[in-house]
């Protein structure tokens, strides 16, 4: 089963707006990431959160992190046309490494209408 | 910046043929993967690799082999494509110590 599991699969707003996405995990992790995907391209890494941290910023990107619940969440904010794409968090699979060897979710498809 | 590349962006072959993905890094990581993408089920790994030579099976090896003879170079061979292996074909590499992953733009293959 997936380790992570995005909510929701497909979100729409307008330019401007802010967007949230949601993460749920199973097992212990190490570090959470996101990942951002244009159609048909590969994906491309946005953040990395460790688990003894509970909130990062990255420009127009905030991510939350609560072991507690297993969960985290991704906020953009201000968001423009070019956010356009598919978000995904991924964990470390046995919480154990730290390699890279990862597990993804399946991701939301996010779209920004000007 | 880190640059992934994969040979093919796209490729259409028969049943039967024998299929090999490449992919070249140039930041010498260590560790480098391949994921297969399909609509509905997400990025699954297929096999990675810790250093030359060595490789690990991830969560659907079955009808791939791997190949990494160089450090930067890490290949997905089909020995035999079927229709089902019909897929986005990612590749992807990590220095190990954060475990970020850097990925490659992607091989489509489609198998008639």
């Known amino acids: 089963s997936q380790q992570g599991e995005e909510d929701p699969q497909a979100l729409s707003i307008q330019e401007g707006e802010n967007a949230t996405m949601n993460c749920s995990y199973k097992t212990s992790i190490n570090n959470l990431q996101w990942y951002r995907q244009n159609s048909g391209r590969g994906l491309v890494h946005l953040i990395l959160?460790?688990?003894?941290?509970r909130e990062k910023h990255s420009g127009r990107l905030r991510v939350t992190l609560d072991t507690s619940k297993k969960s985290s969440s991704l906020l953009i904010t201000a968001s423009r046309a070019a956010d356009t794409a598919s978000y995904f968090c991924?964990?470390?699979?046995?919480?154990?490494?730290?390699?890279?060897?990862?597990?993804f979710g399946k991701g939301t498809k996010l779209s920004v209408k000007p | 910046d880190v640059k992934v590349t994969q040979s093919s962006r796209y490729l259409v072959k028969r049943t039967g043929e024998k299929v090999f993905l490449e992919c070249v890094q140039d930041m010498d990581h260590e560790n480098m993967f391949w994921y297969r993408q399909d609509p509905g089920l997400g990025l699954r790994l297929i096999y990675f690799?810790?250093?030359?030579?060595?490789?690990e099976k991830g969560d659907i090896p079955e009808g791939y082999s791997v190949s990494r003879e160089k450090k930067e170079r890490f290949s997905l061979i089909l020995e035999s494509a079927s229709t089902n292996q019909t897929s986005m074909y990612l590749c992807?590499?990590?220095?190990?110590?954060?475990?970020?992953?850097?990925f490659g733009e992607g091989s489509r293959l489609t198998v008639l």
């Open positions: 690799s810790y250093d030359v030579k060595m490789k």
């Open positions: 991924a964990t470390d699979k046995r919480g154990g490494g730290s390699q890279g060897n990862l597990i």
């Open positions: 992807a590499s990590s220095p190990g110590v954060t475990g970020e992953l850097f």
């Open positions: 959160i460790r688990s003894n941290e």
